[in-house]
């Protein structure tokens, strides 16, 4: 099975990427990352530091499960593993449970910092019968930060593969 992928961003925003040439995070380090995540993804919830190797600040990434089947992840920076700016949160809808599928939506569009993300937007999140990582971000330039995006494919993947979804 294949899972899509949305995004959302506040308006005015531009996507400046190429989304089909876009592999930030390759190789070996995708891997260990993907295995990572995948591993930790068994539990509730983690934390986690990922060092971009100069390309970019090391990104925060803050991982939470809503009951067996549907979780989201946020990436921020920062120093010193706290938090300056939340940048993005990815939603990983699988339409197993349609409860918690909406409890992930309700936490997410109750958050302060997610209110730059239309009203209309949170109505085209789900889609009937397909698993959904819904990307939202907080600026441009986290928009145009491509290991974030990386990061969030990553993520997904391993969400999804951890509960038998990914082909």
Not at 97 to 107: F, G, I, Q
Request: charged residues 25%.
């Amino acid at each position: 099975m294949h899972y899509t992928g949305k995004m959302f961003y506040p308006r005015g925003a531009k996507l400046e990427l190429d989304q089909a040439s876009l592999s930030p995070i390759q190789g070996r380090t995708a891997f260990q990352l993907f295995s990572q995540f995948k591993k930790e993804m068994g539990e509730d919830e983690f934390d986690a530091r990922v060092d971009a190797g100069g390309i970019t600040e090391t990104i925060l990434v803050r991982f939470r499960k809503v009951g067996q089947t549907a979780a989201y992840a946020a990436f921020a920076h920062g120093e010193k593993g706290t938090v300056q700016k939340l940048d993005a949160v990815v939603a990983f809808l699988t339409g197993l449970d349609h409860e918690e599928d909406s409890r992930v939506l309700e936490k997410l569009r109750a958050a302060p910092s997610l209110r730059k993300i239309g009203p209309e937007d949170w109505e085209t999140v789900t889609e009937p019968g397909s698993p959904v990582a819904a990307a939202f971000f907080m600026s441009e330039p986290a928009l145009n930060n491509a290991i974030l995006h990386g990061l969030m494919s990553l993520a997904g993947a391993a969400f999804l593969d951890g509960l038998g979804l990914l082909d």
